[in-house]
């Protein structure tokens, strides 16, 4: 029987359950370094192993449809990032600038790959123009999202008069290595690499999504031990949530007018939709751990995990509709 769309996924659960072990049992003393050495050890395998499963071919085809990844790239760097930013006096009010910075961290992210082209098929959408836009945001992101997180990060410090989540040239290096460099690499090796990647996906995802308990874990373990939780009452989480649901009711409408408008085709208008208003968990949390080390690092992933779980729900119910519509019908007897 299927699990109902509403309801968690196998890894939204799996988070939940490291987020507990974590609280219950954090990491102390010297795990905590030896912790550091296995997360980036996992990030930079998880990087690499994106690497050697994307297809240049793939990329390469779909970049010709330039019009459909321009508006999913403006979606996803430049409408969530201004969204931000423009909802700061509501937002930071609500949440605190921890959390602030979170949902700032969010809206700089790229977009997902492995969900928003699962539901662009459910959805009978354009799955080729899909697996094109959400990689390339993934590789784009590698050095957009720093650099977005930079800049508004100057900007919000600039407002506060601080100089809250500017980042050095060690943040970039640590991009460059633990990120870029095992992903360029997994490309290369592509050839050697590649045909094993394929032929043992279930092995990848459990890497994947391992690496992403394994930074979960570090990360709530270090709020632990500082004591964050005692801060953050249920009203805040309940905040939290309304957010991720704004940001999510104004990016998806948007980009159904503007599909629409701009005279995409249905197909296409799907993968837009998904594409442009999801944020990626995967390669979220591991940036996170890069970009705001020695920080609440615990706290500022939450936010990103209740957007997880939130667009997740949200996408599900919205491509059964799309596929129980009459053109969805008719793409699926075709």
Same mark, same amino acid.
């Given at each position: 029987?299927?699990?109902?769309? #509403?309801? +968690?996924?196998?890894?939204?659960?799996?988070?939940?359950?490291?987020?507990?072990?974590?609280?219950?049992?954090?990491?102390?003393?010297?795990?905590? =370094?030896?912790?550091?050495?296995?997360?980036?050890? =996992?990030?930079? &395998?998880?990087? *690499?192993?994106?690497?050697?499963?994307?297809?240049?071919?793939?990329?390469?085809?779909?970049? &010709?449809? #330039?019009?459909?990844?321009?508006?999913? *790239?403006?979606?996803? !760097?430049?409408? !969530?990032?201004?969204?931000?930013?423009?909802?700061?006096?509501?937002?930071?009010?609500?949440?605190? %600038?921890?959390?602030?910075?979170?949902?700032? !961290?969010?809206? =700089?992210?790229?977009?997902?790959?492995?969900?928003?082209?699962?539901?662009?098929?459910?959805?009978? /959408?354009?799955? $080729?123009?899909?697996?094109?836009?959400?990689?390339?945001?993934?590789?784009?992101?590698?050095?957009?999202? %720093?650099? &977005?997180? $930079?800049?508004?990060?100057? #900007?919000?410090?600039?407002?506060?008069?601080?100089?809250?989540?500017?980042?050095? #040239?060690?943040?970039?290096?640590?991009?460059?290595?633990?990120?870029?460099?095992?992903?360029?690499?997994?490309?290369?090796?592509?050839?050697?690499?590649? %045909?094993?990647? $394929?032929?043992?996906?279930?092995?990848?995802?459990?890497?994947?999504?391992?690496?992403?308990?394994?930074?979960?874990?570090? $990360?709530?373990?270090? =709020?632990?031990?500082? /004591?964050?939780?005692?801060? &953050?009452? %249920?009203?805040?989480?309940?905040?939290?949530? /309304?957010?991720?649901?704004?940001?999510?009711?104004?990016?998806?409408?948007?980009?159904?007018?503007?599909?629409?408008?701009?005279?995409?085709?249905?197909?296409?208008?799907?993968?837009?939709? !998904?594409?442009?208003?999801?944020?990626?968990?995967?390669?979220?949390? +591991?940036?996170?751990?890069?970009? *705001?080390?020695?920080?609440?690092?615990?706290?500022?992933?939450? +936010?990103?995990?209740? *957007?997880?779980?939130?667009?997740?729900?949200?996408?599900?119910?919205?491509?059964?509709?799309?596929?129980?519509?009459?053109?969805?019908?008719?793409?699926?007897?075709?």
């Amino acid at each position: 029987m299927k699990r109902p769309g #509403w309801l +968690p996924d196998n890894l939204v659960l799996l988070l939940i359950a490291t987020v507990a072990l974590a609280t219950l049992l954090p990491v102390h003393g010297r795990g905590v =370094a030896v912790l550091d050495v296995l997360t980036e050890a =996992a990030v930079a &395998l998880l990087f *690499f192993l994106q690497g050697s499963k994307l297809s240049r071919r793939a990329v390469w085809e779909g970049l &010709l449809h #330039w019009r459909l990844h321009a508006l999913v *790239f403006a979606a996803t !760097f430049v409408l !969530f990032p201004l969204l931000g930013l423009a909802l700061r006096p509501w937002l930071e009010s609500l949440v605190g %600038p921890t959390l602030y910075l979170g949902v700032l !961290f969010i809206c =700089a992210l790229p977009s997902t790959v492995q969900s928003s082209i699962a539901f662009t098929s459910l959805a009978r /959408g354009n799955v $080729a123009a899909a697996m094109c836009s959400a990689s390339t945001s993934n590789i784009l992101g590698m050095a957009l999202t %720093p650099l &977005l997180m $930079a800049g508004m990060g100057h #900007w919000v410090g600039a407002q506060a008069g601080s100089g809250a989540a500017q980042l050095s #040239w060690h943040t970039f290096e640590g991009i460059v290595y633990t990120l870029l460099l095992p992903f360029v690499a997994g490309q290369v090796l592509q050839g050697w690499t590649g %045909p094993w990647v $394929a032929a043992h996906k279930s092995w990848v995802r459990v890497s994947d999504q391992s690496t992403i308990l394994l930074v979960v874990y570090g $990360a709530f373990s270090a =709020a632990t031990v500082q /004591g964050l939780y005692r801060h &953050l009452p %249920p009203a805040t989480l309940g905040a939290l949530l /309304g957010i991720c649901a704004l940001l999510l009711a104004i990016v998806m409408p948007l980009l159904t007018v503007l599909s629409r408008v701009l005279g995409f085709s249905r197909e296409d208008e799907i993968a837009i939709v !998904f594409c442009g208003s999801k944020k990626t968990l995967a390669s979220g949390v +591991p940036m996170a751990q890069i970009l *705001f080390a020695g920080q609440a690092v615990g706290l500022l992933v939450l +936010p990103l995990m209740v *957007f997880h779980q939130l667009q997740l729900m949200v996408c599900a119910s919205i491509a059964r509709r799309y596929a129980r519509g009459p053109q969805g019908r008719q793409a699926a007897a075709a």
